[in-house]
C-alpha cells in the first residue's frame, strides 16, 4: 500500500471532489434533451391525432348537425288540396300523399277540408300552435265564389306562421275549363300578397292541363293534381333543399 504525503492526498481529494461535479454536470446535461424530446413528442402525438382523428375537417358552428333537418309540412287548404271532388269523393292518393311519395324525407300534417274558405278558416288558425317548417295555404277559389273577404283573411293567416318562425307557401288557384266567379280576383290576391309578405308563391295557376284532366267542372283529377304538387315541392327542394332525399 502507498501511502502519499499530506498535501498530495488532499490535492487528490480536490481532483476527486472537481471530476464528480464534472460528471454531475454532465449526468444533468445529458438529462435535459430527454425532458425536451418528452415535450416534442407530446405535441408531435396530438398533431397527429388532429390529423388522422375523426375528422379531418372541424365541424363550423354554422353547420347543421346530422339529423336537424326539418322536412315537416302543414296542409291548410280546400277540397282541391284536400284531393276531393264531386259529392266529396277523394283521390285513392291526395295530394298529401302524392308529397310524400314525391320526397320521402316529408312528414305531412293535412288539415284540408272540403268547402272551406279562408275567411272562415283564419280566425281558428290564427290562434292555433303551428309545429311544421312549412305552411301550404291553398284557399281562394270557395272565398271568390262566396264573396268573402279573401286578402284580409291570407294577410291574416300568413301573418301568424311568420309570427310562429314558419315559411308560408301560397299557392295560387288551379284552373278551370270555364271561368269561375271572383277566381281570377283571387288569384291577383295570392300573388300579391305572397309579393308583399315575402311568401313563397307556388303560381298554380301556370301549371298547364287539359280538359280530360279534370274530375268535375272545378277539381283536378289525379294527373293535373299532381303536376299542381309538384309546384309545391319545387319550392320546398329549393328552400330545404337538404330534405330532398
Known amino acids: ?24 454536470i454532465l449526468a444533468i446535461g445529458a438529462l435535459v434533451p430527454a425532458c425536451g424530446d418528452t415535450r416534442s413528442s407530446v405535441g408531435t402525438s396530438s398533431s397527429n391525432h388532429g390529423k388522422s382523428g375523426i375528422s379531418a375537417r372541424p365541424t363550423a358552428p354554422d353547420d347543421a348537425p346530422p339529423g ?7 296542409f291548410e287548404g280546400d277540397s282541391i288540396l284536400h284531393g276531393s271532388y264531386a259529392n266529396n269523393q277523394r283521390f ?14 316529408y312528414t ?3 288539415n284540408s277540408a272540403p268547402g272551406t274558405t279562408a275567411a ?16 301550404v295555404l291553398q284557399h281562394g277559389i270557395n272565398d ?29 288557384l288551379s284552373r278551370q275549363t270555364h271561368p269561375l266567379l ?20 307556388a303560381d298554380w295557376g301556370a ?10 267542372v272545378l277539381h283536378p283529377a289525379p294527373a293535373y293534381s299532381e303536376r299542381l304538387v309538384a309546384r309545391i315541392v319545387s319550392l320546398l327542394d329549393r328552400a330545404a333543399p337538404e330534405c330532398r332525399y
Open 68 to 74: 336537424a333537418r326539418d322536412c315537416t309540412v302543414t
Open 207 to 216: 301549371v298547364s292541363f287539359k280538359p280530360a284532366e279534370m274530375a268535375d
Open 108 to 110: 305531412v300534417i293535412d
Open 92 to 105: 285513392d292518393e291526395p295530394p298529401a300523399a302524392m308529397l310524400r311519395r314525391l320526397r320521402p324525407a
Open 182 to 201: 271572383g277566381r281570377d280576383a283571387a288569384d291577383d290576391i295570392a300573388r300579391r300578397v305572397a309579393g308583399e309578405t315575402g311568401a313563397l308563391f
Open 1 to 24: 500500500m502507498v501511502i502519499l504525503p499530506a498535501r498530495h492526498r488532499s490535492a487528490c481529494v480536490r481532483l476527486s471532489d472537481i471530476a464528480l461535479t464534472l460528471l454531475a
Open 120 to 135: 272562415q278558416r283564419a280566425p281558428v288558425f290564427s290562434t292555433a300552435p303551428l309545429t311544421t317548417h312549412f305552411v
Open 144 to 172: 271568390g265564389q262566396f264573396g268573402q273577404p279573401y286578402e284580409p283573411a291570407l294577410r291574416r293567416m300568413v301573418a301568424h306562421v311568420q309570427a310562429e318562425g314558419r315559411t308560408p307557401v301560397i299557392t295560387g
